[in-house]
């Protein structure tokens, strides 16, 4: 990753940020190796990933998209007219599963009228609006959605990246976060995906485990790597 050079009057703070990123990632990329994410077969299963994740592991998720699978469902015009009680026993396994099912049932809909591929062409902003609209889509399932599935370059901020840079002096909400990921790093949706699936890596490994004291970030505050 070859990190932005900033020039004004924000200069030191920016460049800052540059080289605590640039730090972060070459020591994730280094333990980890690529991680080639997110794990789905089309674009549309990605939007059914990021709607059934919420507050629940990836194995479950696994087990709900298998389910859909066998019945060959992955589709926004045969999810749109599944029976609603079917659906929700499909997705069960992933908890909050009435919740869940509606709100995939509505986003279904939503890309069965409008069409994948023309939602996908309108501008990134325009496209999270209109995501954002949606019942129980919020700024990261909004953002995965933009990343992962329609390619776009919008950097996604979940609970594992708010963590890790809180660890290591960096303490913002959601939007503050985005834009200083976003203003530092070259704006390529593979460097994106990438970074984005490092955290998550690094963040199952020690932080959701409780292994503080194994953390490797922790020197990367001022750019040491």
């Known amino acids: 990753m070859i990190m932005k050079k900033s020039s004004g009057p924000t200069d030191k703070a920016d460049n800052m940020h540059a080289e605590m990123l640039q730090s972060v990632y ?5 333990e980890f190796g690529s991680q080639q994410w997110w794990p789905a077969e089309t674009p549309f299963e990605v939007i059914v ?8 592991k990836w194995t479950n998720v696994e087990k709900a998209i298998d389910n859909l699978k066998q019945k060959n469902m992955i589709e926004a015009g045969k999810l749109a ?18 919740q869940k099912a509606s ?20 501008p990134t902003e325009k496209l999270r609006r209109l995501l954002l609209e949606l019942k129980g889509i919020g700024p ?16 996604v901020i979940d609970a594992y990246t708010t963590r890790i840079m809180r660890c ?3 303490e913002s909400n959601y939007h ?16 994106y995906k990438e970074y ?27 750019g040491q790597n």
């Open 176 to 191: 503050q976060l985005q834009e200083m990921f976003e203003k530092n790093i070259p704006k390529d949706v593979e460097m």
């Open 81 to 98: 007219e599944i029976d609603l009680q079917e659906l929700e026993e499909d997705v069960r396994c992933t908890g909050f599963y009435r």
């Open 26 to 30: 070459n020591t994730l990329i280094r």
């Open 103 to 122: 709100r995939l049932q509505e986003i279904s809909i939503y890309f069965d009228h409008h069409g994948e591929e023309a939602l996908f062409s309108l």
């Open 140 to 155: 990261e399932t909004a953002d995965s959605i933009l990343l992962y599935a329609a390619g776009k370059p919008c950097f």
């Open 196 to 222: 984005h699936a490092l955290i998550v890596e690094y963040a199952k490994r020690y932080c959701a485990t409780k292994q503080c004291h194994k953390c490797l970030l922790k020197g990367n505050k001022d």
């Open 49 to 56: 990933g990021a709607i059934l994740t919420q507050q629940t």
């Open 168 to 170: 290591i002096g960096i």
